[in-house]
């Protein structure tokens, strides 16, 4: 491993890092490839042009948020807004002529096994070093932020050879009992076919960890848990809501 080629390595994750950030996903971490495909079945696994290329988990927070309602406001009413929104910022980080010329492949948590861009989202977040994935609750747990964050895409530069340090695997931070009753809550859901959001937020609710300051609320809490309000009831809010300032900013 070269230092040339290692420090050049560090200033694309660095800027990458960077551009993700400024779009609201503020969870993006380096991974080899490989690592990766030593752990799926095989056809999950990313063949590249390198075997051992480097690939970026990108995920984000409560803090995300923001940027999304800029750009609900940017697009109105839209079918599946939180998958375009992840769509058009991804596309525009990439498209950046110092990343689009290295080839990137994206693949999204919501592309699906017959698109053949399926990718184990919980299993790169793993060999990241992002989360520990636990394939008893098939959850995936975060030493800050718990279980509220959320995976987004992988991002494959299959063109780069790995050069960093391999990160350090995550550990299980869920206790037993939290197994247990995760494990009871999720059979209840299965149950009900996952149709009451309310047994679905308990889920999340059993990990204390990162509750209090990243656990969702407002309108984010209620888009994603539609309890007191369905999704399209809170876009309509969050659009009438903007309508009205652009109001009052014309009246002042």
């Not at 960093?164 to 009900?192: S, W, Y």
């Not at 047994?199 to 007191?228: A, H, M, N, S």
Request: hydrophobic share 35%; charged share 30%.
């Amino acid at each position: 491993m070269s230092r040339e080629g290692c420090s050049e390595q560090k200033d694309l994750v660095a800027s990458f890092r960077e551009a993700m950030s400024e779009e609201g996903f503020d969870i993006c971490n380096p991974f080899r490839v490989s690592a990766y495909n030593e752990l799926v079945r095989d056809r999950h696994r990313f063949n590249g042009s390198s075997v051992d290329c480097l690939g970026f988990l990108i995920g984000n927070t409560k803090s995300s948020w923001p940027h999304f309602v800029s750009y609900l406001q940017r697009v109105g009413m839209i079918k599946d807004p939180v998958e375009h929104f992840c769509r058009e910022a991804v596309a525009g980080v990439t498209s950046q002529k110092r990343f689009s010329s290295l080839n990137p492949e994206v693949r999204f948590d919501f592309d699906t096994p017959s698109s053949g861009k399926f990718v184990h989202i919980q299993t790169a977040g793993h060999v990241s070093g992002t989360a520990y994935y636990d394939k008893e609750t098939f959850w995936s747990i975060h030493p800050h932020y718990g279980v509220w964050f959320v995976y987004r895409a992988v991002v494959f530069f299959p063109t780069i050879t790995y050069l960093l340090e391999d990160p350090i695997l995550p550990v299980n931070l869920f206790t037993p009992e939290e197994c247990k009753e995760i494990g009871r809550l999720t059979e209840k859901a299965q149950m009900e076919r996952w149709r009451d959001m309310r047994t679905r937020l308990l889920i999340r609710d059993v990990c204390p960890i990162g509750k209090d300051k990243w656990r969702y609320e407002g309108d984010q809490l209620d888009y994603f848990y539609p309890i007191e309000r369905t999704k399209e009831e809170v876009l309509r809010d969050l659009l009438d809501r903007e309508t009205e300032q652009q109001g009052n900013r014309r009246d002042e």
